[in-house]
């Protein structure tokens, strides 16, 4: 009998779980309470509810290359980073390919998830459901997949800032913004200098009189694009990711750092943090410099206190006549259809084996997808936890013993809390690669280099010195796909093709893969040097150290 898997959700998450369990034989009915696929990238006018929401200009800070399923590239023509709109075609793409929407009740919510009172034998679950028409429904389910984001309740934290109660302006949090003409000729402050924080500072401080952008502590701010004009998450590969892992952690924070004052001193435009930069999910934001520059943008402390229309930053420095405050400072995410002790959310944190399975469950019928954030892209994370999911489901993969997975969970709360800077915002912070590696090797695709480079050697170039693009879980094991290698031996040229836009006679720029071998030669000729002599200079002033690498790259 076919083991029927409840979908809470039809967002990314929720079209990848859909397929992993057509792919592992099981038949998936997904529950969307809105009218359509898309979750968080489908825009609309009005946000609604519980749901999230997006402005009309928003453009992905992560590649089509890095972000795509990994069995069904982004078309070619695509442009590398691709406007909202954009990304919802490709997810209509993707659904149309497998046939997905038939396995989607629209206008569904779910209103309760609990387990069956025989659950200690059987695994299976009650969920009640609501449709459009306000009919409810209970279903019975042998495993349930919870894909509703993390973007869902806007964290409005009102109490830290006095007078707010006072301010005679308009205030709203950033899942409300939609577009900028309405404030045209005022004057603004948007409190929080994270991805959205920093595009919506961007894009109304072209119409506003004056944008004030507040921030507590400041962010390094990386740029789309990357050396040579690639886009930067593509440059990110497993050799760089070795050299984050061997190196000391401050050494490679200070290489980074060094690396982004060179494109604008972060102390002169007043926006250097006293933490890493590896310690806060990074800022990318291609123009905020220059509206900084500009004077478009002042950068101003955190607010100490609201009075009328005025707004007091705590450096004691006054702005009058404010006439719109955006809070952009983030969300908080919670399962209100579970019962609390399933699933326990406090403070933004929740115990998750492997930010999956709730590790204290008689049976492993219950997966959360999509619950990270990725220095990376999320898509393909996603996709692999439902294909891990699925096949825990199935028995193909067995988990381990309970304090075995609280260990796991306990053991990265450490490690996060110990890497980055206090906040919300960092309680489901996972690395890319080391993430996906983690996951494929449960699921037994992670790829092999060495068994590659005596086969394969092209092929494995490509992986180990190549962008870890999602492909690569493609290449063997559960779920192979035989288009993997081509696609990963063709992935320069998509990155190419939407650029090509006019004729040239000019020679096509090449991806090379001399960078990638002379830092990884020069990592292991660091780590052998510091280990013999413990040298603490290079540490202190990396910067000396690679004008010593630069002689040799320029040879």
Sequence with gaps: MTRRVAVVGGGSSGLVCIKSCLDEGLEPVCFESSDDIGGLWRFKENPEPDRASIYHSVIINTSKEMMCFSDFPIPAHFPNYMHNSLIMDYYRMYADHFQLIKHIRFKTKVLQVKQRPDFSHSGQWDVETENRDGKKEKHIFDAVMIC??????????????????????????SRDYKTPEEWRDKKVVVIGIGNSGGDIAVELSRVTKQLYLSTRRGAWILNRVGDCGFPIDMLFNRVVHFLRTFLPFSFVCRLGESRLNQRFNHSLYNLKPKHRLFSQHPTVNDELPNRILSGTVQVKPNIRRFQGSSVEFEDGSVVEDIDLVVFATGYRFSFPFLASHVLSV?????????????????????AIIGLVQPLGAI??????????????????????????????????????????????????????????????????????????????????????????????????????????????????????????????????????????????????????????NNFPVFLQEPSALLDRIKVYLTA
């Excluded at 309740?153 to 949090?173: K, R, S, V, W």
């Excluded at 406090?346 to 008689?362: H, I, Q, R, T, W």
């Excluded at 490509?462 to 879980?473: A, E, F, K, N, R």
């Design 346 to 366: 406090s403070g933004n944190k929740a115990s998750l084996y492997k930010y999956v399975f709730p590790p204290e469950m008689d049976r492993p019928t219950l």
């Design 379 to 532: 898509m393909p994370i996603s996709e692999m936890q439902a294909r891990w999911a699925t096949r825990v489901f199935k028995g193909c993969n067995k988990l381990p013993s309970v304090a075995a997975m609280l260990k796991d969970a306990q053991c990265k709360q450490e490690a996060m809390a110990k890497r980055y800077v206090t906040s919300q915002r960092h309680t489901i912070q996972v690395d890319y690669v080391p993430y996906m590696d983690e996951i494929a090797e449960l699921v037994g695709n992670q790829p092999s280099i060495l068994r590659l480079l005596l086969t394969d050697p092209r092929l494995a170039m490509s992986v180990m010195l190549g962008p870890c693009t999602p492909y690569q879980y493609r290449l063997r094991g559960p779920g192979k796909w035989a288009g993997a290698r081509q696609a990963i031996l063709t992935q320069w040229e998509r990155v190419a093709q939407p650029m090509m836009t006019r004729p040239s006679d000019q020679p096509k720029t090449k991806c090379s893969f001399m960078l990638p071998l002379v830092l990884l030669a020069t990592a292991v000729g660091l780590a052998t040097y510091y280990s013999r």
């Design 148 to 173: 509703i984001g993390h973007h869902c309740h806007p964290n409005m934290p009102l109490h830290d800032f006095p007078g707010i109660d006072t301010f005679t302006g308009t205030y709203f949090h």
